[in-house]
């Protein structure tokens, strides 16, 4: 059972396009983190949220934080082939020590 | 600054082989260190974690092992692989002692058991 559920796992879409996937929990973190893979290489951390509610943007990229930190969401706006790989949400659990990561969301921009 | 050093890129070994994955961390003392794998494309699964010189916490039970002989040294390795050792393993460290921990992977090393 994953503790944390990506969705979708897939998605491709034409450049220019806006989307939003999601990091769904039961449980509550203390943090929650994304990061980006492309392919061959390891994972790079783009943000970490801490707070229920909190919004944080890095460019074209808005990531929040659920208001009682069960879940969040990447949105990307206006989406160029750069943003084309894995998406992976990772999280620390409210008394745990480690992360757990999702099981990640493929995304293809399409030029 | 810091930077974390994985090789080899890929490897393709026989089943009952052996294997040695060795990660260095550069820039940092006393780093968290990881071991992951990761089917194709998919999640990541902790295999291994070591807070310090010669302490690994094993996550899964499995046909591989691990070990720090050094600050910044961390060492994957298996007496005899399995098909089902195929995969992509990542190395990765964080610093130590801190509750949102942050991790800063290695480029990987794609394994192929043949």
């Known amino acids: 059972t994953q503790l944390l559920e990506q969705s979708p796992q897939f998605l491709s879409i034409q450049e220019g396009e806006n989307l939003t996937v999601y990091c769904n929990s039961s449980s509550v973190f203390s943090s929650l983190q994304w990061y980006r893979q492309e392919p061959g290489e390891g994972p790079v951390l783009l943000v970490t949220v801490v707070t229920g509610g909190e919004v944080k943007k890095l460019k074209r990229l808005t990531f929040q934080f659920g208001d009682a930190r069960k879940d969040s969401s990447l949105h990307i706006t206006a989406a160029q082939p750069g943003d084309t790989g894995l998406y992976l949400c990772a999280g620390v659990r409210t008394g745990a020590q480690k992360l757990v990561f999702g099981q990640g969301t493929r995304l293809t921009i399409n030029p | 600054s810091q930077t974390i050093h994985q090789w080899p890129a890929t490897l393709v070994q026989p089943v009952g082989s052996p294997l040695s994955l060795e990660c260095t961390v550069e820039g940092t003392s006393n780093p968290n260190l990881y071991w992951y794998r990761q089917a194709a494309g998919r999640g990541l699964q902790l295999l291994f974690y070591s807070v310090g010189i010669g302490q690994i916490s094993s996550e899964v039970p499995q046909n591989l092992s691990a070990s720090r002989p050094q600050d910044r040294q961390f060492i994957l390795s298996s007496k005899k692989l399995l098909l089902s050792d195929s995969g992509f393993y990542l190395c990765?460290?964080?610093?130590?002692?801190?509750?949102?921990?942050?991790?800063?992977f290695g480029s990987g090393t794609q394994l192929s058991v043949l």
């Open positions: 990765a460290w964080s610093l130590g002692g801190q509750r949102n921990e942050k991790l800063f």
